[in-house]
T-cell receptor
Framework: KAGVTQTPRYLIKTRGQQVTLSCSPISGHRSVSWYQQTPGQGLQFLFEYFSETQRNKGNFPGRFSGRQFSNSRSEMNVSTLELGDSALYLC????????????FGEGSRLTVL | KNEVEQSPQNLTAQEGEFITINCSYSVGISALHWLQQHPGGGIVSLFMLSSGKKKHGRLIATINIQEKHSSLHITASHPRDSAVYICAVRYGGSQGNLIFGKGTKLSVKP
């Protein structure tokens, strides 16, 4: 059974650009959540989707957005990139319904220059 | 403010030692996760707890709801256990946000 797949794994952007990251959950999983990890702040929750609906949102500005498709794949978008957005972005999937065990992808490492 | 405190921040052990990592939180939670992160970034979920104790191989996780405290134990530690261990709690019911601890960096020497 394939794990959680995140693409791209590495990317470099410049300030002001926007970026879209993709996450394909484990087959059958209906919940996808996104996290930002930086050396200074550690892991922080961005948002969670279940059945194409945002179920929860962390304390991030509106530049951070996401969506989930009918096949449970999810994308997150960051607009007007800032240097501080450089981070490892992780997604995790779970079966859904009541939040359960999380299965993480390898992450997308974003560098903003 | 909902916080998650982990201790110690760093831990060095000799192979074979018994290891304990602690996690404390401030208000009622619906679930607590223990995660393992190796260099390079990949995160593996070790346990999800809402009460009691769970065991998987050499790893044991316990949670005390009244004391708002959880521990992760590693028996007979091995160099391959070297990683960052992260505690995360879900506040605000089963649909609540996940809040993460800062992590405990474990190094096990042969």
């Amino acid at each position: 059974k394939a794990g959680v797949t995140q693409t791209p794994r590495y990317l470099i952007k410049t300030r002001g650009q926007q970026v879209t990251l993709s996450c394909s959950p484990i087959s059958g999983h209906r919940s996808v959540s996104w996290y930002q990890q930086t050396p200074g702040q550690g892991l922080q929750f961005l948002f969670e989707y279940f059945s194409e609906t945002q179920r929860n949102k962390g304390n991030f500005p509106g530049r951070f957005s996401g969506r989930q498709f009918s096949n449970s794949r999810s994308e997150m978008n960051v607009s007007t990139l800032e240097l501080g957005d450089s981070a490892l972005y992780l997604c995790a999937s779970s079966l859904g319904g009541v939040p359960g065990e999380l299965f993480f992808g390898e992450g997308s490492r974003l560098t903003v220059l | 403010k909902n916080e998650v405190e982990q201790s110690p921040q760093n831990l060095t052990a000799q192979e074979g030692e018994f290891i304990t990592i602690n996690c404390s939180y401030s208000v009622g939670i619906s679930a607590l996760h223990w995660l393992q992160q190796h260099p390079g970034g990949g995160i593996v979920s070790l346990f999800m707890l809402s009460s009691g104790k769970k065991k998987h191989g050499r790893l044991i996780a316990t949670i005390n709801i009244q004391e708002k405290h959880s521990s992760l134990h590693i028996t007979a530690s091995h160099p391959r256990d070297s990683a960052v261990y992260i505690c995360a709690v879900r506040y605000g019911g089963s649909q609540g946000n996940l809040i993460f601890g800062k992590g405990t960096k474990l190094s096990v020497k042969p």
